[in-house]
């Protein structure tokens, strides 16, 4: 079962779906996600273990990549050396900028069963420089949620079905990359309202205040879309993140919506990290506050 966000090392991304549609029966995700250019969401980072795409991730700052603590699960001790984050690319394999990481900072309360707070600040090794395919998303503020006129867009490498990323779970340990798609997708979906979402999910596990929720017929994200960014955007196409992609049960399953992590409901950490990278830097040293 899929419900697992991290199974290996949260190999999982996947914005399944069918654009026009539902899932067939054999619960296969037919149709698709629409691919993109990085241009559209300049934001999308790919984050990478030993060369190979595992996580998605949103440009948040021209030194920060914000993505899911459960991404960090490695079953071995791999070190900070061991990621990078690609950004400005539309493949994860290759263009833009392959960036190494200065740090990693999962939060401190993430919780690998309840998939708690999951969410991590990365920082690079070099300051980004902008351009029309790179840019920083601004994100939701303390307690913006997303309204219901606000287009709501998940983007990544992910797995194109449910059924892809149940067989790459067979081989998770080669850590391939394979099954991933090559050039980035996006999904439009619909914010579920958190009281429905905890409905969908009564039997399986508690929706959180740092979570939210959204779905739509055929649409979803999946393995290897974790980590990755929940964007909204205003009719003037003003964009903000509102959540990172985190676990779900299976993917475009019409009974569970995607659960993200709600960068609201975390803004504050966010910011204190940020802010106390920002003071720290020039002293060396720094290791992260919780
Ligand atoms: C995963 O395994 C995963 N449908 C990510 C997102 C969703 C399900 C699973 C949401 O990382």
């Known amino acids: 079962m899929f419900y697992s966000l991290g199974f290996a090392f949260g190999l999982s991304l996947l914005l399944g779906a069918a654009s026009a549609g539902t899932p067939a029966t054999d619960g296969r995700i037919v149709g698709g996600m629409q691919v993109s250019t990085i241009g559209e969401f300049p934001y999308q980072a790919s984050v990478q273990l030993n060369g190979q795409h595992i996580c998605g991730g949103a440009v948040i700052g021209d030194h920060f990549v914000l993505t899911a603590a459960h991404c960090f699960e490695a079953l071995e001790p791999w070190s900070v050396l061991d990621y990078s984050v690609r950004v400005g690319s539309s493949e994860h394999a290759t263009g833009g900028h392959l960036l190494s990481l200065q740090q990693i900072i999962p939060h401190g309360g993430y919780n690998p069963q309840s998939h708690d707070n999951d969410l991590a600040l990365l920082i690079l090794n070099a300051r980004l420089n902008f351009t029309e395919q790179l840019q920083a998303v601004p994100l939701a503020s303390a307690q913006e949620r997303p309204t219901p006129g606000t287009r709501l867009l998940v983007s990544g490498w992910g797995f194109q079905s449910e059924e892809a990323a149940a067989e790459q779970q067979i081989d998770a340990g080669s850590g391939s990359g394979a099954g991933v798609a090559s050039i980035l997708r996006y999904v439009d979906v619909d914010h579920v309202d958190i009281g429905q979402c ?31 960014p929940l964007v909204g955007f205003q009719e003037d196409g003003r964009a903000t993140l509102y959540g990172i992609v985190s676990w779900g049960l299976g993917c475009a399953n019409p009974d569970y919506p995607g659960v993200y992590t709600s960068v609201a409901a975390f803004r504050r950490w966010i910011d204190a990290q940020v802010g106390a990278w920002g003071w720290n830097a020039l002293l060396g040293g720094w290791s992260g506050v919780q």
């Not at 055929?218 to 974790?226: A, E, R, T, V």
């Open 198 to 228: 905890r409905l969908a999910y009564r039997r399986v596990l508690p929706i959180t205040q740092g979570m939210l929720c959204a779905a739509r017929a055929g649409h979803d994200s999946c393995q290897g879309d974790s980590g990755g």
